[in-house]
């Protein structure tokens, strides 16, 4: 909302509590000494701006005026009424929020109080004559309005209103959207209610450093709920005929990172890790790389959020099916509870109907990397110095997204040759977060296309995983020798999984290098894997 008001009520409250003994029995008593005074005590006065009780008091009144107290009858709501009311006030609440949407003046007019006041959080305030005339010449307009968290209170003829909002607007050539703490009040009068302050707060958010500005349509906050390592919470598919099944690439016990950059890039990996090891992990049979691949499922790129229709689409850029590699994938969202769900209909499998696929953020603790201890937990060994051209924080230069340069194996003939998983033109990211997780994913661009990606051959699948390399996991640096330690928990191979992955790195610029020998493989001597550090995604 462009601008609100909280209205502070200066009501004092008189709590007073006495005993008038014998009131009947001694009626004639009473009216004999009307005129005598009754002193009563323990008389609260509270303030509503503080919310706090001053002093006790006493109050002097007759015993006859607090014997016509004592006879009076007191009115109380009944809890049906009160949430009659209650729904009253939600229903003109409603309207008004409407009303917003719809650049419907009228309905404003109609709703708005002729003094009423709205204050931004920023304290400007406006008027009812200013609200309608932005709203009359489309100078203010709402894409997205929603309330939630909603609490609504009666006080007699006044209602205070309560709740979170996300909010999705323009005032001009300026971008009001975000998250908001909103309170409105509203009072009867002449029989209808109207609102008579509103007053909203936006809710900080967090901004990183090297963050970009969020492309058009996107509001910082939204940004920020998927900013983020997740976690796979479960991930199943619904049938036609009512039932349920694990979603094939991550089985029953399924799991899965899904990382969001504050720069505008992702990465996804679901893992079954009921899949079976290979017996020789450097020379897996065609059988096992198609169990591989059927338990597998990853692919890197950028995304964008349509924050008005709830869908983020993912832009692969690097991905295990060669039929990913470009496509701009939708995936309708929600939030709740902690908790991010992409969920849709299925069209291309007999038998589905939708599919739903849910995370949870991982929480990182004060002073550590992760929630999770990493495998192997020594400290990390620091430089009494940074070298010549290095920052102080080794860490800092990893955080972030890395694309990749060349991969290549250096032969013990003197030689090279292109990395197996790449070919000569390769594609790969490699991200880093500050919570110590890591994901990497390199791709031969060239491998073929499957004729029907529905329906892959066996032969296609096992090309498909010898052109795709790809985990994810934590990582720790052991900054004194060079080493960064990748340790994967989920990985296209399954032997790779729970490994200790150690990477000696070299930087030069804005260039990143792993290079080191190689002993498993019959004439290589060593690897170089090099890349680059990219900017924030401009669309």
């Known amino acids: 909302m462009r601008a609100s008001a909280r209205f502070l009520f200066p009501f004092v409250f008189l709590c007073a509590s006495a005993t008038l003994a014998q009131e009947r029995s001694q009626s004639a008593t009473a009216a004999s000494t009307a005129a005598s005074p009754i002193y009563i005590t323990h008389v609260t006065v509270m303030d509503t701006k503080t919310g706090r009780g001053s002093r006790d008091q006493t109050v002097v009144i007759s015993q006859a005026e607090a014997a016509a107290k004592a006879a009076s009858p007191v009115a109380v709501a009944s809890p049906q009424s009160e949430r009659s009311l209650e729904a009253e006030v939600a229903r003109i609440d409603d309207e008004r929020r409407n009303a917003y949407l719809q650049g419907d003046a009228a309905a404003l007019d109609r709703i708005l109080a002729d003094d009423v006041t709205a204050i931004a959080g920023i304290g400007v305030a406006d008027s009812k004559a200013s609200i309608l005339a932005d709203v009359r010449s489309r100078d203010l307009t709402y894409k997205k309005l929603t309330y939630d968290q909603q609490k609504i209170r009666i006080y007699g003829d006044t209602a205070v209103v309560t709740s979170h909002a996300e909010v999705v607007a323009n005032y001009k050539d300026k971008d009001l959207s975000g998250e908001l703490l909103v309170t409105r009040v509203y009072a009867k009068q002449q029989g209808a209610w109207k609102l008579v302050a509103i007053q909203s707060t936006r809710i900080p958010q967090p901004v990183s450093a090297g963050e970009s500005p969020s492309p058009r349509g996107e509001s910082g906050s939204i940004r920020d709920r998927f900013t ?3 976690e796979l919470a479960s991930a199943e598919y619904r049938l036609v005929d009512g039932s349920t099944r694990a979603y094939p690439p991550a089985g ?15 990465c996804v990996e679901l893992m079954n890790p009921d899949r079976p090891k290979w017996k020789d992990s450097s020379n897996p049979t065609e059988k096992e790389k198609i169990s591989a691949f059927d338990g597998f499922s990853a692919y890197c790129g950028t995304y964008e959020i349509e924050e008005t229709k709830s869908v983020i689409y993912h832009l692969a850029d690097v991905a295990r099916r060669p039929d990913v590699v470009g496509a701009r994938v939708p995936h309708p969202y929600t939030f709740h509870d902690g908790l991010l769900t992409f969920s849709d209909k299925v069209t291309s499998e007999p038998g589905v109907e939708s599919y739903s696929i849910t995370w949870r953020k991982v ?21 009494p110095q940074p070298m010549r051209g290095e920052l102080s924080s080794i860490r800092d230069r990893f955080i972030g997204t890395w694309e990749l340069v060349s991969a290549e194996d250096h032969m013990t003939d003197g030689s090279t040759r292109p990395y197996p998983a790449t070919g000569p033109n390769g594609k790969g990211y490699l991200m880093y977060t500050a919570d110590g997780h890591m994901c990497a994913e390199l791709m031969n661009p060239d491998r073929p296309a499957w004729k029907d990606p529905r329906n892959p051959s066996d032969a296609e699948k096992a090309s498909a995983i010898d052109g795709f390399h790809a985990y994810c996991g934590r990582y720790e640096i052991d900054e004194a020798d060079r080493v960064m330690y990748h340790y994967p928990e989920i990985a296209g191979s ?22 080191d020998k190689v002993t498993n493989e019959p004439g290589v001597e060593s690897y170089s894997i090099t890349w680059r550090k990219v900017g924030a995604v401009r669309r």
């Open 363 to 383: 929480a990182t603790s004060a002073g550590s990397s992760s929630n999770t201890a990493l495998p192997s937990q020594a400290p990390v060994k620091q430089t």
């Open 494 to 515: 399954p032997n790779y999984v729970g490994t200790k992955q150690p990477r000696p790195y070299k930087f030069n610029g804005d260039l990143l290098t792993f290079s």
């Open 252 to 266: 029953p016990n399924g799991k899965g990172y899904l990382v969001y950059t504050a720069d505008g890039h992702m």
């Open 228 to 230: 983020g390592v997740w």
